[in-house]
């Protein structure tokens, strides 16, 4: 794609729609001449250069990546416009736009019906997901691993429910017996499963939870925030292929939240709540005397907490989807190749005599630690953080990231290791760039240089 082009056709198209309205005139107001502009748009280009290159694959660092052209294109064109997706008087075209993006994301998990939409994030999607859960379970609460994401024991302070944070495996999956023994208790309505750990990527076991709901009559809610597309690579020939158990399962899941801002090449602010079952739309049930009054159909917000929400959002991600849909020959290449990236580092990893593979990837997310004279965990946790800070600094910069583990896993899978420390920081490194995979030798090069230093 030849990006200035698009960009050009954008204004040029937003151009000659506003032209059909006819002419008006400009208020002198909010008025500003190219000098002016030049001025100021220096300083802010100057500005911005104070950012890691997240568009390149010596960036290894967050879960941070710029988005598809198409998208750009997509959220300019329409932001031009700036519906808003909170009702079809703010945003018609947009809406649609959403629901169709929407039924893709459905149909990816496997869900033959659906109640769903975008939000501004994760963090949105999942408090969604929790009301909609304590509406259905009321007094009950809500019980997670000590690994999923923070944002579902803070969303239960702000919904005044009872979060049940439960142990995890050596791998960082939430421990079944454990949950089971919460789950006893009779104070939970909700179990919330990872698929794919922020920190590790790891996938807890949906397939073996669904036992669970029919025993305690529990609802099932799956956090696909970060590791969601992957299901496009379950039962899938070579290497990135993934088991298919515990995504075939989220098709039976209560609820789901997807974040496309990570794996489906969209720009920050967009995220997603899908529901299994329709009906829990009666939850959202209000009236907007100003709002809903162009069209019987359901507007968006009537579906949603939030109001406001940017129609552009929806109409990068329909643009994209049209191109590199959500489906395994489409946007699953792309995954396929961060994942095959991690595998190969991992083998590096593995025959490395100065780093040493912390546990195996699950998804696209590498974890690792230098080898230390004295395999000490104090000293791990040193290294990490001298690599970490030197490898920005060098002349041919690498950008990781750190992890802090604790005591318990670190020793249970490394059992050689010192134990003088509560826990060390290890190395992180999160692949979901598909250059990553012709990059990663270079990578491996580099920390293995840091890590002898």
Same mark, same amino acid.
Request: proline share 6%; aromatic share 8%; glycine share 8%.
């Given at each position: 794609?030849?990006?200035?082009?698009?960009?050009?056709?954008?204004?040029?198209?937003?151009?000659?729609?506003?032209?059909?309205?006819?002419?008006?005139?400009?208020?002198?107001?909010?008025?500003?001449?190219?000098?002016?502009?030049?001025?100021?748009?220096?300083?802010?280009?100057?500005?911005?250069?104070?950012?890691?290159?997240?568009?390149?694959?010596?960036?290894?660092?967050?879960?941070?990546?710029?988005?598809?052209?198409?998208?750009?294109?997509?959220?300019?064109?329409?932001?031009?416009?700036?519906?808003?997706?909170?009702?079809?008087?703010?945003?018609?075209?947009?809406?649609?736009?959403?629901?169709?993006?929407?039924?893709?994301?459905?149909?990816?998990?496997?869900?033959?019906?659906?109640?769903?939409?975008?939000?501004?994030?994760?963090?949105?999607?999942?408090?969604?997901?929790?009301?909609?859960?304590?509406?259905?379970?009321?007094?009950?609460?809500?019980?997670?691993?000590?690994?999923?994401?923070?944002?579902?024991?803070?969303?239960?302070?702000?919904?005044?429910?009872?979060?049940?944070?439960?142990?995890?495996?050596?791998?960082?999956?939430?421990?079944?017996?454990?949950?089971?023994?919460?789950?006893?208790?009779?104070?939970?309505?909700?179990?919330?499963?990872?698929?794919?750990?922020?920190?590790?990527?790891?996938?807890?076991?949906?397939?073996?939870?669904?036992?669970?709901?029919?025993?305690?009559?529990?609802?099932?809610?799956?956090?696909?925030?970060?590791?969601?597309?992957?299901?496009?690579?379950?039962?899938?020939?070579?290497?990135?292929?993934?088991?298919?158990?515990?995504?075939?399962?989220?098709?039976?899941?209560?609820?789901?939240?997807?974040?496309?801002?990570?794996?489906?090449?969209?720009?920050?602010?967009?995220?997603?709540?899908?529901?299994?079952?329709?009906?829990?739309?009666?939850?959202?049930?209000?009236?907007?005397?100003?709002?809903?009054?162009?069209?019987?159909?359901?507007?968006?917000?009537?579906?949603?907490?939030?109001?406001?929400?940017?129609?552009? =959002?929806?109409? &990068?991600?329909? *643009?994209?989807?049209? +191109?590199?849909? $959500?489906?395994? /020959? !489409?946007?699953?290449?792309? @995954?396929?190749?961060?994942?095959?990236?991690?595998?190969?580092?991992?083998?590096?990893?593995?025959?490395?005599?100065?780093?040493?593979?912390?546990?195996?990837?699950?998804?696209?997310?590498?974890?690792?630690?230098?080898?230390?004279?004295?395999?000490?965990?104090?000293?791990?946790?040193?290294?990490?953080?001298?690599?970490?800070?030197?490898?920005?600094?060098?002349?041919?910069?690498?950008?990781?990231?750190?992890?802090?583990?604790?005591?318990?896993?670190?020793?249970?899978?490394?059992?050689?290791?010192?134990?003088? =420390?509560?826990? &060390?920081?290890? *190395?992180?490194?999160? +692949?979901?760039? $598909?250059?990553? /995979? !012709?990059?990663?030798?270079? @990578?491996?090069?580099?920390?293995?240089?840091?890590?002898?230093?």
């Amino acid at each position: 794609m030849d990006l200035n082009a698009w960009l050009a056709r954008a204004v040029a198209s937003n151009a000659d729609w506003v032209e059909s309205f006819g002419p008006y005139q400009a208020h002198p107001t909010l008025a500003v001449d190219d000098a002016r502009f030049a001025a100021a748009f220096e300083v802010f280009t100057e500005r911005l250069k104070d950012n890691y290159p997240f568009f390149h694959p010596r960036y290894a660092g967050q879960m941070l990546k710029p988005p598809h052209p198409a998208a750009v294109v997509g959220y300019l064109t329409a932001m031009l416009i700036n519906p808003n997706n909170h009702a079809l008087d703010g945003g018609p075209a947009t809406a649609e736009m959403e629901r169709e993006a929407v039924q893709q994301l459905a149909t990816m998990f496997g869900y033959d019906t659906h109640l769903g939409h975008l939000t501004t994030s994760g963090t949105i999607a999942n408090l969604e997901a929790l009301f909609v859960a304590r509406e259905l379970h009321p007094g009950k609460g809500v019980a997670y691993s000590t690994e999923a994401h923070y944002t579902h024991g803070r969303m239960c302070g702000v919904l005044g429910v009872e979060g049940h944070p439960v142990p995890v495996d050596d791998l960082g999956r939430i421990d079944l017996d454990a949950l089971e023994r919460v789950l006893r208790t009779g104070r939970v309505g909700t179990v919330v499963l990872t698929a794919g750990t922020t920190g590790l990527g790891a996938v807890e076991p949906v397939h073996e939870a669904l036992a669970l709901r029919e025993r305690y009559g529990v609802r099932i809610h799956v956090d696909a925030a970060y590791g969601g597309f992957f299901t496009l690579l379950a039962g899938a020939p070579g290497p990135e292929g993934l088991p298919e158990e515990p995504w075939r399962a989220v098709a039976e899941a209560d609820s789901i939240v997807v974040d496309p801002h990570k794996h489906g090449l969209q720009p920050y602010g967009c995220g997603a709540v899908l529901f299994r079952d329709p009906s829990v739309g009666r939850f959202y049930l209000h009236d907007s005397p100003y709002t809903y009054f162009t069209s019987e159909e359901l507007h968006l917000g009537e579906i949603s907490l939030e109001c406001s929400r940017a129609g552009a =959002a929806a109409a &990068a991600l329909w *643009l994209t989807f049209q +191109l590199v849909p $959500p489906t395994r /020959e !489409g946007l699953g290449q792309s @995954l396929a190749a961060g994942r095959r990236a991690a595998l190969r580092w991992a083998e590096l990893i593995e025959g490395s005599e100065h780093l040493e593979l912390y546990q195996a990837p699950e998804l696209d997310i590498v974890s690792y630690f230098p080898v230390t004279e004295a395999a000490t965990l104090s000293q791990i946790d040193a290294a990490s953080n001298r690599i970490l800070q030197e490898g920005m600094a060098d002349r041919d910069p690498v950008f990781v990231s750190t992890l802090r583990v604790g005591a318990d896993r670190l020793t249970a899978l490394h059992p050689k290791l010192v134990r003088d =420390a509560d826990g &060390a920081r290890v *190395l992180r490194s999160v +692949l979901m760039k $598909p250059e990553s /995979e !012709g990059y990663v030798d270079h @990578l491996h090069e580099r920390l293995e240089r840091l890590a002898r230093a």
